[in-house]
């Protein structure tokens, strides 16, 4: 886990510089008494604790899905999945963050990988959760008790202290990606944590989960639940939906009609119907389509985010780092980091950020170059 401690007193020492008082041996004795009492003077800290602009300390970086999709069934023949473990989940760890299990410091990324005819045990916490499958079908995620087919394409919900588990129904594996705010909730110190049953109870398999039923359907809501929910009753937002979407902005700007974020780029939000906004208060999740050739302005944004590719094929400039993508891979962009990205072909991405986080606080700021 990211920790942040005191191992021993803050050393100080009186340097010169503008604003900077006369180093002198009395001013040396005051300093020596701040560290015995565990304070800092501000003056000596201002520079990093209020940068003129952002500087994360979690840094670009892409990994290979095929690499990551090898460890991952290699360890679905090594480690049991059950009561302890929990889940056969192996998180990216950014390389600016000293080891912790973090994409970002507020985002948790990760593939989880389930054999053939396995279950993942039934638990709740706090934290936000969802998953996005790159690939395959056969597992039903159970959330409070209704079965939820996962299939490629699929963005599905497990808003916070809602039990859930996974059962295998086929005889293959299956692996995806897995979003959550661990790093928020525990830098936060607001994490819970329950068991439930050891296997999930309700093991049907039906097309359509019972969410999905009563509110997946277009700009429709049930009158029998009124009022706003936190989190987005749809437990799955299908893949169907979401292609046909970005199809439709791209023909609606070769019609002439404004409908894309940019030229070739179209996008859409997964939203709350009971709100509008956002599917989870902490989270936000998008999918990107760029046509091949297609190339976006550089972007910065205050708050981070992590992108997998759906499909497609194409590079990725985040900062001074630069990324040749292909299906499957992921990279996360810190904090007010320029983002720039290329379509060699056809480019399909799915996002998760904080933003929601920042908009909430009053806090979230970006900037688009040329705009």
């Known amino acids: 886990m990211l920790m942040t401690s005191v191992a021993s007193p803050v050393s100080l020492t009186a340097t010169e510089g503008p604003g900077r008082p006369e180093p002198t041996a009395e001013l040396n004795e005051l300093y020596r008494g701040f560290e015995r009492e565990l304070l800092v003077p501000l003056w000596t800290e201002i520079g990093s604790l209020m940068p003129a602009t952002p500087a994360p300390a979690a840094q670009p970086h892409a990994w290979r899905w095929q690499r990551l999709l090898a460890l991952a069934e290699r360890s679905g023949s090594?480690?049991?999945?059950?009561?302890?473990?929990?889940?056969?989940?192996?998180?990216?760890a950014n390389p600016g963050l000293g080891g912790a299990p973090y994409a970002t410091p507020t985002l948790w990324a990760a593939i989880q990988y389930l054999n053939p005819r396995e279950d993942a045990p039934v638990h709740r916490h706090t934290q936000n959760a969802f998953r996005f499958v790159l690939e395959g079908e056969g597992v039903w995620t159970v959330v409070d008790g209704d079965p939820v087919a996962m299939r490629r394409g699929d963005f599905l919900l497990t808003p916070g202290w809602h039990f859930h588990g996974h059962h295998n129904q086929s005889d293959q594996p299956m692996a995806w990606l897995d979003g959550l705010d661990i790093p928020f909730a525990h830098q936060t110190d607001s994490g819970f944590f329950e068991f439930g049953p050891d296997q999930v109870e309700d093991r049907s398999s039906p097309s359509r989960s019972r969410a999905e039923r009563l509110w997946a359907h277009p700009g429709l809501r049930p009158v029998s639940h009124s009022g706003p929910q936190p989190s987005s009753p749809i437990a799955a937002y299908r893949w169907e939906h979401t292609d046909a979407a970005l199809d439709e902005q791209l023909a609606l700007e070769d019609e002439g009609h404004p409908a894309v974020v940019e030229p070739g780029h179209a996008a859409v939000r997964f939203t709350n119907p009971t709100t509008g906004g956002d599917v989870m208060p902490t989270l936000?999740?998008?999918?990107?389509?760029?046509?091949?050739?297609?190339?976006?302005?550089?972007?910065?944004?205050?708050?981070?985010?992590?992108?997998?590719?759906?499909d497609g094929d194409g590079s990725v400039h985040i900062g001074e780092h630069a990324y040749r993508l292909n299906r499957g891979d992921l990279f996360c962009v810190p904090s007010w980091a320029p983002l720039t990205l290329s379509a060699d072909a056809d480019l399909d991405l799915f996002r998760f950020s904080d933003s929601p986080i920042f908009e909430a606080l009053h806090a979230y700021r970006t900037h688009t170059e040329g705009a």
Not at 78 to 92: F, T, W
Not at 286 to 292: F, K, N, Q, T, V
């Open 284 to 310: 936000r999740a998008e999918m990107h389509r760029l046509r091949g050739g297609a190339t976006t302005r550089a972007r910065r944004e205050v708050g981070s985010a992590v992108w997998q590719v759906f």
């Open 78 to 92: 090594l480690v049991p999945v059950g009561r302890g473990g929990e889940r056969r989940a192996i998180a990216l």
